[in-house]
């Protein structure tokens, strides 16, 4: 089953913009992880953001977490057209280590030039 | 160096049949793991092996079986396969064990059809 909710489902904006999507899970995590998917292809880690923490930072993305609410949100500014993809939350579970990540359906993030 | 590599790319197979799927992981990862994409979903947690054991299993049914050789490489195997077997198998590496807590390198995939 998947644990983990993106929304919205598809997101279409001009290049240049902010994009945020958002990610909603139901059990106690240990961290959740963002990743990105091109085509169908192969998954790409962006980032991790453990259960104690609350925002993180890599380049043009910004991840916040809200453990009270069970969500969390991947901001990417200044959006480039190589950004279109689409974009997966992925939560471990407390105690969850050998489990493996459980994704949620994905975001498809287009990027018009 | 080299990331996760799959083989192959591309399988068909007919309904009935035996598919195995192969993983290298990068070079000094331990922890494989291997996930089902079907299309318009996200991935689904299969297995995840470390030093050639396995750690964690998901909720698939024992058509599915995976090991993991000496040199870190696995293959997962399917038996007797089922249309709804169609998707896209993700293989995943990791340095340590419990890899889910930390990041995890993903390979391009195989993608199989069933037919």
């Known amino acids: 089953s998947q644990q983990g909710e993106e929304d919205p489902q598809a997101l279409s904006i001009q290049e240049g913009e902010n994009a945020t999507m958002n990610c909603s899970y139901k059990?106690?995590?240990?961290?959740l992880q963002w990743y990105r998917q091109n085509s169908g292809r192969g998954l790409v880690h962006l980032i991790l953001i453990r259960s104690n923490e609350r925002e993180k930072h890599s380049g043009r993305l910004r991840v916040t977490l809200d453990t009270s609410k069970k969500s969390s949100s991947l901001l990417i500014t200044a959006s480039r057209a190589a950004d279109t993809a689409s974009y997966f939350c992925a939560t471990v579970k407390w105690g969850g280590g050998a489990d493996g990540l459980t994704f949620g359906k994905g975001t498809h993030l287009i990027i018009q030039p | 160096d080299a990331g996760v590599t799959q083989s192959p790319t591309h399988l068909i197979k007919t309904r009935g049949q035996q598919v195995t799927l192969r993983c290298s992981p990068i070079?000094?990862?331990?922890?494989v793991s291997w996930y089902q994409q079907v299309l318009g979903q996200g991935p689904q947690f299969i297995f995840q092996?470390?030093?050639?054991?396995?750690?964690g299993r998901g909720n698939f049914p024992d058509r599915f079986s995976a090991r993991q050789f000496p040199n870190y490489s696995s293959e997962l195997n399917v038996n007797a396969l089922l249309l709804g077997d169609s998707a896209l198998y993700l293989c995943?590496?990791?340095?340590?064990?419990?890899?889910?807590?930390?990041?995890?390198?993903f390979g391009p995939g195989t993608r199989l059809t069933v037919l």
């Open positions: 070079s000094g990862h331990k922890s």
């Open positions: 092996y470390y030093e050639k054991e396995e750690r």
């Open positions: 995943a590496s990791s340095l340590a064990d419990l890899s889910s807590y930390n990041e995890q390198f």
């Open positions: 059990t106690s995590i240990n961290n």
